[in-house]
Nanobody, 115 residues
Framework: QVQLVESGGGLVQAGGSLRLSCVAS????????MGWYRQAPGKERDLVAR???????YYADSVKGRFTISRDVAKSTVYLQMSALKPEDMAVYYC?????????WGQGTQVTVSS
């Protein structure tokens, strides 16, 4: 079955950096796009970044220039490198993929940014 397992969240000071990882299993990783979403308390889950199977990337305006999404096909892993973190980046970050019209989500990893 499809599994997505995120890691790398934690507590960081504003201006700091974190790298999130999402290890995928149960499907042919190279064939599917991957994405990162985040959800802050009381807010909707929003797209942060996505990467296609061919490596084309997209970023939300709020993170452009600060976050970088990448993928390692050999490790079936997608990364989110986050720099210049702001308090408003604080949220639970989720990894996701869509396979045959169904969305799959990881359990999420908490990112806390102290000001």
């Amino acid at each position: 079955q499809v599994q997505l397992v995120e890691s790398g969240g934690g507590l960081v000071q504003a201006g700091g950096s974190l790298r999130l990882s999402c290890v995928a299993s149960g499907f042919i990783f190279s064939r599917y796009g991957m994405g990162w979403y985040r959800q802050a308390p009381g807010k909707e889950r929003d797209l942060v970044a996505r990467i296609s199977s061919s490596g084309t990337t997209y970023y939300a305006d709020s993170v452009k220039g600060r976050f970088t999404i990448s993928r390692d096909v050999a490790k079936s892993t997608v990364y989110l490198q986050m720099s210049a973190l702001k308090p408003e980046d604080m949220a639970v970050y989720y990894c996701t993929t869509r396979i045959l019209g169904r969305d799959y989500w990881g359990q999420g990893t908490q990112v806390t940014v102290s000001s």
